[in-house]
């Protein structure tokens, strides 16, 4: 898609194109903020035919790359590049971490994307293979100066001292490139080999200080406790949407430890499965950073056609799977708080203030368990109360970013009361009166309140009560998600009610807690509700006993004086100020009270 001047401002690809393209500029209102910015600045659009999906996806990847269109995602982090410097290779050697990369005849191993595990490998390889981090210089301070404390508590071999020949010094310097280069499996095997062959030549010295270092390097890598098994490298992807924003999260596995985590920030998308697939296309375009493994946490489109792209980028099988359970579900769940975390951080950078990790991480969560595009960001939840089929009435509580919206709650007196009480038809009634004003205010061009459309409608109920409300929420303006709160018989949340039957929820921590806490408080107020209209009622009614008061002058006075002893202790003149009321009337009134007490 191009703009005025002819500039590639989008590429996308379909099976389907005439659906795709004209998916854009249908229900315009329906659209992300970015999407609609970009309908509007669409002036042409040009389309290429390949041979196979494949070819398709291969052409887009390269098009994005070539055009960096503005309105494709576009991989960016916070991170810059980090390298790991071995200077004088052929001397006494020194092993550094470094921001750039010299032409200063010094080994450079990198780049790579994390500060954090440069200096944690450099001092690891330092303190296990008791190298110098002093700012002495050597051979000039060999035996001229005193040894440091490092020496005396064994976390350098003392090169001052004069002890150590270069030979060796550039033995342990070697065999300590060799652990970053290929890992302490690697090393330690052939320290273990070498260890063998000095205890059988009767060198135990040397067998022994082997031994020591053996031991010196099992127990640094004893602190990197995050491991992942499975025999291969492995990418864990997850994502967090929310307050406009969408994070993916990648966790990079190599040699079976975690070593690196990187964060993108994107606008959040209509889908968080399609941009998932974007994001793994693109990303995986060089073929050097491409694992044999991508676990994600949540959907993905294009899974089968991703997997055949990245094997042929890299040359190797690549595996793309969703985490289920086990070791990779516990890996993708660690994803996905890191990605809810950071998007916490930024939203809170962007003004959003009301969000926290744990709300995304739930919100994101949630829209996972029940199929959802996006995570619903503004949630109402509806439940009916009945007193004594006297009294019914329905509540709404809204949630907003995983927080109760307390301006935004509302209640329902049940009209239709006719007959024995009926929930199902009393909750009918709610969602019908809800669809008429949400239609009432975006004719005034309200979109906030009754105005606003909820990304999600919970209901107090199982089957019963989702059957009820669905055939209402099939027009084309108001159209949200439907679920119910499913309650066991200690009144606690269960399940939750689907059209394809109950899904289990109690598994997933976060999205249980929250939904445990949306039927809780909806509970709460529509109870709370109907237990004030039932006293009012009461009080009504009691009032009604009294000669020439009937339901109106009772409401009246109720609504003036409040409470039936406001009204007891209240001068004849007083009530005949009330609407409805007069002098004579307000005295019968007194009066009736008094032969009452």
């Given at each position: 898609?191009?703009?005025?001047?002819?500039?590639?401002i989008?590429?996308?690809?379909?099976?389907?194109?005439?659906?795709r393209?004209?998916s854009?500029?249908r229900s315009?209102?329906?659209?992300?903020?970015?999407?609609?910015?970009?309908?509007?600045?669409?002036?042409?659009?040009?389309?290429?035919?390949?041979?196979?999906e494949?070819?398709?996806?291969?052409?887009?990847?390269?098009?994005?790359?070539?055009?960096?269109?503005?309105?494709?995602?576009?991989?960016?982090?916070?991170?810059?590049?980090?390298?790991?410097?071995?200077?004088?290779?052929?001397?006494?050697?020194?092993i550094?971490c470094?921001?750039?990369?010299?032409?200063?005849?010094?080994e450079?191993?990198?780049?790579?994307t994390s500060?954090f595990?440069?200096?944690?490998?450099?001092e690891?390889?330092?303190?296990?293979?008791?190298?110098?981090?002093?700012?002495?210089?050597f051979?000039e301070?060999?035996?001229?100066?005193?040894?440091?404390?490092n020496?005396?508590?064994?976390?350098?071999?003392?090169?001052c001292?004069?002890?150590?020949?270069?030979?060796?010094?550039?033995?342990?310097?070697?065999q300590?490139?060799?652990?970053?280069?290929?890992?302490?499996?690697?090393?330690?095997?052939?320290?273990?080999e070498q260890?063998?062959?000095?205890a059988?030549?009767?060198?135990?010295e040397k067998?022994?200080?082997l031994r020591d270092?053996?031991?010196?390097?099992?127990?640094?890598?004893?602190?990197?406790?995050?491991?992942?098994?499975?025999?291969?490298?492995s990418d864990?992807?997850?994502?967090?949407?929310?307050?406009?924003?969408?994070?993916?999260?990648?966790?990079?596995?190599r040699?079976?430890?975690?070593?690196?985590?990187?964060?993108?920030?994107f606008?959040e998308?209509d889908?968080?499965?399609?941009?998932?697939?974007e994001?793994?296309?693109?990303?995986?375009?060089?073929?050097?950073?491409?694992?044999?493994?991508?676990?994600?946490?949540?959907?993905?489109d294009?899974m089968t056609?991703?997997?055949?792209?990245l094997?042929?980028?890299?040359?190797?099988r690549?595996?793309?799977?969703?985490?289920?359970?086990?070791?990779?579900?516990?890996f993708?769940e660690?994803?996905?708080?890191?990605?809810?975390?950071?998007?916490?951080t930024?939203?809170r950078?962007?003004?959003?203030?009301?969000?926290?990790?744990?709300?995304?991480?739930a919100l994101?969560?949630?829209?996972?368990?029940?199929?959802?595009?996006?995570?619903?960001?503004?949630?109402?939840?509806?439940?009916?109360?009945?007193?004594?089929?006297?009294?019914?009435v329905?509540?709404?509580?809204?949630?907003?970013?995983?927080?109760?919206l307390?301006?935004?709650?509302?209640?329902?007196?049940?009209r239709?009361?006719?007959?024995?009480p009926?929930?199902?038809?009393?909750?009918?009634?709610?969602?019908?009166?809800?669809?008429?004003e949400?239609?009432?205010?975006?004719?005034?061009?309200?979109?906030?309140?009754?105005g606003r459309?909820p990304?999600?409608?919970?209901l107090?109920?199982?089957a019963?009560?989702?059957?009820?409300?669905?055939p209402?929420?099939?027009?084309?303006?108001?159209?949200?998600?439907?679920?119910?709160?499913?309650?066991?018989?200690?009144?606690?949340?269960?399940?939750?009610?689907?059209t394809?039957g109950?899904?289990?929820?109690?598994?997933h921590?976060?999205?249980?807690?929250?939904?445990s806490t949306?039927?809780n408080?909806?509970?709460r107020?529509?109870?709370?509700?109907?237990?004030?209209?039932?006293?009012?009622?009461?009080?009504?009614?009691?009032?009604?006993k009294?000669?020439g008061?009937g339901?109106?002058?009772?409401?009246?006075l109720?609504?003036q004086?409040?409470?039936?002893?406001?009204?007891?202790?209240a001068?004849a003149e007083?009530?005949?100020?009330?609407?409805?009321?007069s002098?004579?009337?307000?005295?019968?009134?007194?009066?009736?009270?008094?032969?009452?007490?």
């Open positions: 898609m191009k703009n005025k001047s002819g500039t590639v989008y590429v996308g690809k379909a099976k389907l194109l005439k659906n393209v004209s854009y500029f315009l209102e329906k659209h992300l903020p970015k999407v609609a910015k970009m309908v509007e600045n669409v002036e042409d659009f040009d389309f290429i035919v390949t041979t196979s494949l070819e398709a996806l291969v052409l887009e990847c390269s098009l994005i790359k070539q055009y960096n269109p503005k309105y494709n995602i576009l991989l960016k982090d916070a991170k810059g590049y980090n390298y790991i410097r071995i200077s004088d290779p052929e001397g006494w050697s020194r550094t470094e921001k750039t990369r010299k032409e200063d005849g010094a450079y191993i990198g780049p790579f500060s595990i440069v200096k944690e490998t450099v690891e390889v330092n303190r296990a293979f008791m190298l110098p981090t002093c700012t002495r210089q051979p301070s060999i035996g001229n100066e005193r040894p440091c404390l020496y005396h508590i064994k976390r350098c071999s003392g090169v001292t004069g002890k150590i020949s270069l030979r060796e010094y550039r033995e342990t310097v070697d300590a490139v060799q652990l970053i280069k290929n890992g302490h499996s690697a090393v330690v095997e052939g320290l273990t260890m063998n062959a000095a059988e030549n009767l060198d135990f067998a022994a200080a270092r053996i031991r010196a390097l099992e127990r640094v890598t004893e602190q990197q406790r995050v491991v992942l098994s499975g025999g291969v490298d864990v992807i997850a994502t967090a949407a929310g307050g406009g924003i969408c994070c993916v999260s990648m966790l990079i596995f040699n079976f430890r975690l070593t690196d985590k990187r964060d993108f920030f606008d998308p889908s968080i499965s399609a941009l998932m697939a994001f793994i296309a693109q990303y995986y375009s060089d073929a050097s950073l491409i694992p044999k493994r991508l676990l994600l946490r949540g959907e993905c294009d056609l991703l997997t055949k792209l094997t042929e980028r890299s040359g190797h690549v595996e793309i799977t969703r985490a289920q359970r086990g070791e990779p579900m516990r993708a660690m994803a996905s708080q890191n990605a809810a975390q950071s998007l916490s930024r939203t950078q962007d003004g959003h203030s009301g969000w926290s990790g744990k709300d995304v991480a994101n969560e949630l829209a996972e368990l029940l199929s959802l595009s996006t995570p619903p960001e503004y949630i109402e939840a509806y439940d009916i109360s009945n007193i004594g089929g006297q009294t019914i329905g509540g709404m509580v809204v949630f907003e970013s995983g927080k109760p307390r301006s935004a709650y509302r209640r329902f007196s049940i239709d009361t006719v007959g024995a009926d929930d199902y038809a009393s909750l009918r009634e709610v969602i019908s009166r809800r669809i008429s949400f239609r009432a205010a975006r004719e005034r061009g309200d979109t906030s309140g009754f459309m990304d999600l409608i919970l107090d109920g199982g019963g009560q989702l059957s009820t409300v669905l209402l929420l099939t027009s084309e303006d108001f159209h949200p998600p439907v679920f119910g709160m499913v309650k066991d018989k200690k009144h606690r949340t269960r399940a939750i009610a689907a394809g109950e899904i289990t929820i109690s598994a921590r976060l999205a249980f807690a929250l939904v949306i039927q408080e909806t509970h107020y529509a109870v709370s509700y109907a237990r004030r209209s039932h006293t009012k009622k009461s009080f009504e009614l009691s009032l009604t009294a000669p008061i339901p109106a002058r009772a409401k009246a109720l609504q004086f409040k409470t039936i002893s406001a009204i007891k202790s001068s007083e009530l005949s100020a009330v609407k409805g009321m002098l004579s009337l307000a005295q019968q009134l007194k009066d009736f009270f008094e032969r009452e007490d």
